[in-house]
């Protein structure tokens, strides 16, 4: 390997964004956080939406600072949450700011599309979980409401990719993100004719697929000019942020491993060589989404930390402002098996008042209501280790082999409670960390791209050597029954 280099991994979740300088030397990485910001919804005329000049301005101020501390960078890339895009008019401009995935007009299309292919033959075509935030229902609902911006689009990129064309000037579509959209045929990596044909979508607007690992261009003058810097090569890294944070598992080629990578959604799976698109795979919801080196990431899509953060803000208004390890400790002082609920019901989705929402699922499965918020947060860690138990469950029976191990990186691998919860519910050794895995990951394929590091294999060694996980195993004395029902 190559001497030491510097990269900025710019890394945009739902909650917040940073840039964070990536420093990789032949023994190790080391993540040094340079800017951090909020990041969330705004109401825009009754709809949600990103605010795309903030946050590309909030990129900037944090790509000046890193350059400012470390002046020879080696390259920049983006990642982001999937399913959400701009749509760019013939001059390549941004027509209007990016819907957020939460927003209403979604609702039902799901249903629409259904009507046009069966669920069974748009998951043969795509093999993607049904969620109506993807991008197809979102593509669909626009078409259906006869949207004048549909008219004026001439290209679609989604939403880290976007952030990386207003630096470069280059339009293109990285395919773990691009896979998230449900438009992809995921048996060959390139756009569905058929989706698009039988939905009546223009498949004209869609950019072309690249891999992670390609150096795409370099900023542009006017952006290296306005941020004070040299024109720093830009890199599509695994653009979807579960696939930097999957890349940056720390696991070894001997070990059967799972990964979930917990934050405000959790994301549970294996690797796989090929898309797994199947009558057991349509059943389980399963959904394959790209990864590096050609892999698919076979998972699911459960709503994770959500409810909690929700919970967390509606407390925050009320004037409780618990942070979220008071309020672990407040569940871990609560009785357990108080409640059950699906964290993944759609009464859950859109952001307000979720301990409201909780106590209406309550009373309407003839539950008792949580008035204590320790009880409302045990309840919601432990239905969510209670769904990691059955999710790995279904993976085994889809793989066909038993799961020793299970990976849990991002932010939510710092909540201890949680993590022997999905311990004790699934009897599997849980591994937890690195937290900052999804900016790793993005460091560690631009360091493919620019040749300082060769296999996946290697850049998973490399962590190991990084980072110190922390380990939990099962404190139940009864022995798991194996549960692959539906």
């Known amino acids: 390997m190559a001497d030491e280099k510097r990269y900025i991994a710019v890394d945009l979740g739902a909650e917040s964004g940073r840039v964070m300088l990536g420093i990789v030397s032949a023994d190790k990485i080391r993540l040094e956080e340079i800017h951090r910001f909020i990041n969330g919804p705004v109401e825009q005329n009754g709809t949600l939406r990103w605010d795309f000049?903030?946050?590309?301005?909030?990129?900037?101020?944090?790509?000046?600072?890193?350059?400012?501390?470390?002046?020879?960078?080696?390259?920049?890339?983006?990642?982001?949450?999937?399913?959400?895009?701009?749509?760019?008019?013939?001059?390549?401009?941004?027509?209007?700011?990016?819907?957020?995935?939460?927003?209403?007009?979604?609702?039902?299309?799901?249903?629409?599309?259904?009507?046009?292919?069966?669920?069974?033959?748009?998951?043969?075509?795509?093999?993607?979980?049904?969620l109506q935030l993807n991008t197809v229902y979102q593509l669909l609902s626009m078409r259906l409401s006869g949207s004048p911006v549909m008219a004026k689009a001439k290209r679609l990129i989604f939403m880290a990719d976007l952030v990386s064309y207003f630096l470069s000037g280059k339009p293109y579509a990285e395919y773990t993100l691009a896979s998230t959209s449900q438009l992809m045929d995921m048996r060959s990596g390139v756009w569905s004719r058929a989706i698009f044909q039988k939905l009546n979508l223009p498949i004209e607007i869609m950019p072309e697929i690249v891999g992670p690992g390609t150096v795409i261009g370099t900023l542009t003058n006017n952006v290296a000019k306005e941020i004070g810097c040299p024109r720093i090569p830009v890199i599509a890294v695994a653009s979807h942020d579960t696939a930097s944070?999957?890349?940056?598992?720390?696991?070894?080629?001997?070990?059967?491993?799972?990964?979930?990578?917990?934050?405000?959604?959790?994301?549970?799976?294996?690797?796989?060589?090929?898309?797994?698109?199947?009558d057991k795979t349509f059943a389980y919801s399963f959904t394959n989404e790209g990864g590096v080196e050609g892999t698919i990431r076979l998972l699911k899509n459960i709503m994770g930390l959500w409810l909690l953060q929700e919970c967390k803000k509606h407390w925050q208004k009320q004037g409780i402002d618990l942070s979220y390890?008071?309020?672990?400790?407040?569940?871990?002082?609560?009785?357990?098996?108080?409640?059950?609920?699906?964290?993944?019901?759609?009464?859950?989705?859109?952001?307000?008042?979720?301990?409201?929402?909780?106590?209406?699922?309550?009373?309407?499965?003839?539950?008792?209501?949580?008035?204590d918020k320790g009880q409302m947060v045990r309840m919601i860690l432990e239905n969510l280790a209670r769904k990691y138990a059955k999710t790995i469950n279904q993976l085994?029976?889809?793989?066909?082999?038993?799961?020793?191990?299970?990976?849990?990186?991002?932010?939510?691998?710092?909540?201890?409670?949680?993590?022997?919860?999905?311990?004790?519910?699934?009897?599997?050794?849980?591994?937890?960390?690195?937290?900052?895995?999804?900016?790793?990951?993005?460091?560690?394929?631009?360091?493919?791209?620019?040749?300082?590091?060769?296999?996946?294999?290697?850049?998973?060694?490399?962590?190991?050597?990084?980072?110190?996980?922390?380990?939990?195993?099962?404190?139940?004395?009864?022995?798991?029954?194996?549960?692959?029902?539906?």
């Not at 982001?80 to 027509?95: A, M, Q, R, T, Y």
């Not at 070894?252 to 090929?274: C, I």
Request: aromatic share 6%.
């Open 396 to 486: 085994e029976d889809v793989i066909g082999n038993a799961i020793d191990r299970l990976h849990v990186v991002g932010g939510g691998s710092q909540n201890d409670l949680l993590n022997q919860l999905t311990a004790d519910a699934t009897g599997k050794i849980v591994t937890a960390g690195p937290v900052e895995a999804t900016a790793i990951g993005n460091i560690l394929m631009q360091a493919r791209a620019t040749g300082q590091l060769g296999g996946i294999s290697q850049a998973r060694g490399l962590v190991r050597c990084s980072f110190t996980p922390k380990e939990y195993r099962s404190q139940n004395t009864t022995p798991k029954k194996n549960n692959t029902k539906k």
């Open 53 to 130: 000049d903030r946050l590309m301005s909030e990129v900037k101020t944090g790509i000046g600072k890193a350059v400012k501390e470390s002046p020879e960078v080696a390259g920049i890339g983006v990642d982001s949450w999937g399913v959400d895009f701009g749509l760019l008019d013939e001059k390549g401009n941004l027509i209007e700011n990016p819907y957020h995935y939460r927003d209403s007009r979604t609702n039902g299309m799901i249903e629409k599309a259904c009507e046009l292919l069966t669920k069974r033959e748009i998951y043969e075509h795509t093999g993607i979980q049904f």
């Open 245 to 278: 944070a999957v890349a940056a598992v720390p696991a070894d080629d001997k070990t059967r491993w799972a990964y979930l990578s917990s934050g405000t959604w959790s994301l549970m799976g294996v690797e796989s060589p090929n898309a797994i698109v199947n």
């Open 325 to 371: 390890n008071q309020l672990t400790e407040l569940a871990a002082k609560a009785k357990s098996g108080s409640a059950t609920i699906d964290v993944d019901s759609s009464c859950f989705l859109a952001p307000g008042d979720m301990p409201r929402r909780l106590n209406d699922y309550l009373t309407k499965t003839g539950q008792k209501t949580i008035d």
